[in-house]
């Protein structure tokens, strides 16, 4: 079956910009995370969806950074005003439930490059 | 604070080699245990898992990973790798009855023909 479809696969933009990262996780899968992984280093987690809500924002780096994620399916991740430290790419994975057991489906990620 | 540490940045091993990468976690709660791999140009994806029951847990291509409470590891072997196993090896822990999952930096595995 489809698995955790993210798009872009890649994006480049100049500083300042906004961007916009879309994931579709596994369809039935309640849980949804977005982690971020800088060159070199591990996944950082940034936010986790149960259903639609986000129980847990503390992860986000910036107020810069949201997440929303709607009919328990489809999930943004949206960073204004870009810097470059923002460059990463960008994972989500989903799973059946977040309880620490499930193990996570990943993703292609979004290669996001600041200039 | 929570955290998974991976000894072994990079390993550079011949083909028919024994492999192990090192996992320590810090966390003094139930956990479950996993470790993922991503192949060059490809999703990271599950190998293995622990919840319960034997430490030693068999995975996908031939790998294991042993599960040692007292010592807060979960090292991830293989007796004889493949040109195939090259890949970076991430280890995970989940925190029982909440969404955490902590991963550690990764392991970049090359093997060489």
């Known amino acids: 079956g489809a698995g955790v479809s993210q798009s872009p696969s890649n994006k480049v933009t100049e500083k300042g910009k906004d961007v916009e990262l879309r994931c579709d996780p596994i369809?039935?899968?309640?849980?949804l995370y977005w982690y971020r992984q800088r060159l070199g280093q591990g996944l950082e987690f940034l936010i986790y969806?149960?259903?639609?809500?986000?129980?847990?924002k503390s992860g986000l780096p910036s107020d810069r950074f949201s997440a929303e994620r709607t009919g328990e399916s489809v999930s943004t991740l949206t960073i204004q005003r870009t810097q470059q430290e923002d460059s990463a790419v960008y994972l989500c994975?989903?799973?059946?439930?977040?309880?620490?057991?499930?193990?996570?489906?990943f993703g292609d990620g979004t290669r996001l490059s600041i200039l | 604070a929570q955290s998974v540490s991976q000894h072994n940045h990079h390993v550079i091993l011949s083909e028919a080699a024994s492999l192990e990468l090192g996992c320590n976690y810090s966390?003094?709660?139930?956990?479950?245990l996993f470790w993922y791999v991503q192949y060059p140009g490809q999703h990271l994806q599950l190998l293995l898992k622990?919840?319960?029951?034997?430490?030693l847990v068999k995975g996908i291509k031939g790998f294991e990973a042993e599960f040692i409470k007292s010592k807060f590891s979960f090292n991830l072997r293989k007796p004889s790798v493949q040109w195939s196993d090259t890949a970076e090896y991430f280890c995970?822990?989940?925190?029982?009855?909440?969404?955490?999952?902590?991963f550690g930096t990764g392991t970049r595995l090359k093997v060489l023909a």
């Open positions: 994975a989903s799973s059946l439930l977040g309880q620490g057991v499930q193990p996570q489906h």
């Open positions: 369809s039935g899968h309640t849980a």
């Open positions: 969806f149960q259903g639609n809500s986000a129980p847990d």
């Open positions: 966390y003094g709660g139930t956990v479950n």
């Open positions: 622990y919840f319960s029951g034997d430490p």
């Open positions: 995970a822990v989940g925190v029982s009855g909440t969404y955490k999952y902590i």
